[in-house]
């Protein structure tokens, strides 16, 4: 995804998304796909299949409660510490009250302010965004996966295994937060030499394997997580599972 905007007055919302829109074009920011609604449903929706680092900027006042927006905040915080937080408000006099709700914004953009200084801070907070994106990028081992339905990109140390939700969902089980899309297995098996199938509806990282029973046909993974593995599965994944110990050892 990338940039997120929740604002209620329509006119306003089409407003920030153009300066946005310029600005992105200006500064080539990498990450900047725009999302811009007036509803806070559709945003949290939209975050529930998203692992990238974003950037949001939420109005305060939402049909007419102006600490909604700190309520999204917080919804957010709760899926994603990483992100920015940029409140935009015509209340300048709640940005005190936005660091009780401990939800570590990056700026409080007053609405009043004139139109270059309004400009100019969202540039500022774009192009700090721009580059720690760049260097999370730079720095991490990612998954990536994007269908039609979805695209996600996670930490891949944070994978423990992926299974199916329900029919045709699939569900990434991390150490941080659940993902679920709609997609199939075998795509996904095939994503990554460490994403090892080791039951009919489960797939592994390979990398967070702490013990294989055998007897018991279970598979424990670090952070306390456990998974079942099929009897025809057992030799594959754990011949799979030797030689990334022994990849490991070497290195």
């Not at 099929?230 to 990849?247: G, I, Q």
């Amino acid at each position: 995804m990338g940039i997120f905007i929740l604002e209620d007055n329509f006119e306003q919302k089409e407003f920030l998304h153009r300066v946005v829109e310029k600005l992105v074009k200006k500064n080539h920011i990498i990450n900047g796909t725009i999302i811009s609604t007036t509803s806070v449903n559709r945003l949290l929706e939209a975050i529930q299949y998203n692992g990238e680092y974003n950037i949001f900027f939420l109005d305060l006042n939402i049909k007419n409660d102006t600490t909604a927006g700190l309520e999204v905040a917080k919804q957010i915080r709760k899926v994603d510490e990483e992100s920015e937080i940029v409140i935009v408000s015509s209340h300048p006099n709640l940005a005190l009250v936005s660091y009780q709700y401990m939800i570590s914004v990056l700026s409080f953009i007053d609405k009043s302010s004139d139109i270059d200084s309004f400009i100019k801070q969202i540039e500022r907070c774009l192009l700090k965004y721009n580059n720690t994106f760049q260097r999370t990028v730079q720095h991490k081992d990612w998954f990536f996966y994007e269908s039609k339905f979805t695209d996600i990109r996670v930490p891949f140390n944070e994978i423990r295994y992926i299974t199916t939700s329900d029919r045709h969902r699939i569900l990434i089980k991390t150490t941080t937060r659940d993902f679920q899309f709609y997609g199939i297995l075998a795509d996904i098996e095939n994503n990554d030499q460490r994403l090892v199938r080791c039951h009919q509806s489960y797939i592994v990282n390979i990398t967070a394997i702490s013990e294989i029973d055998k007897s018991k046909n279970v598979i424990y993974l670090d952070g306390g997580f456990e998974i079942p593995i099929s009897r025809r599965m057992k030799k594959k994944v754990s011949e799979e599972w030797r030689n990334f110990l022994t990849t490991k050892t070497t290195e």
